[in-house]
């Protein structure tokens, strides 16, 4: 299973310094206390600001990833949709896109 980053469950504010903690393997104490002072020497604003932004960003321990939706029409058109998620251009298709530019 591959390993996620993730709030801590152990958090203090909003687990952000926790769940990186515990991503990268390092003591949380040492994250939260090097996170703070980053805050402090870099200008209080642009590091709480980060810390907003990852604390939203930065899914709950156990939740799980949104899956992307297949849909079986088109919006646009109302025609099936037949994007099978292959998105590379064959031969065929490169070599007419080649000619066309001539």
């Given at each position: 299973m591959q390993k996620r980053l993730t709030k801590s469950p152990d958090k203090?504010?909003?687990g952000v310094f926790g769940g990186i903690a515990d991503y990268f393997g390092?003591?949380?104490a040492w994250v939260r206390i090097i996170g703070?002072?980053?805050?402090?020497?870099?200008?209080?604003?642009?590091g709480i600001a980060l810390y907003i932004i990852a604390a939203m960003v930065m899914p709950e321990p156990?939740?799980?990833?949104p899956k992307a939706e297949k849909h079986d029409t088109d919006y646009h058109t109302g025609r099936p949709n037949s994007m099978d998620g292959d998105f590379?251009?064959?031969d065929d298709?490169?070599?007419s896109d080649?000619?066309?530019n001539e």
């Open positions: 203090i504010l909003a390092f003591d949380p703070a002072a980053v805050i402090l020497f870099t200008g209080i604003f642009p156990g939740a799980s990833s590379t251009k064959t298709e490169k070599e080649s000619k066309d």
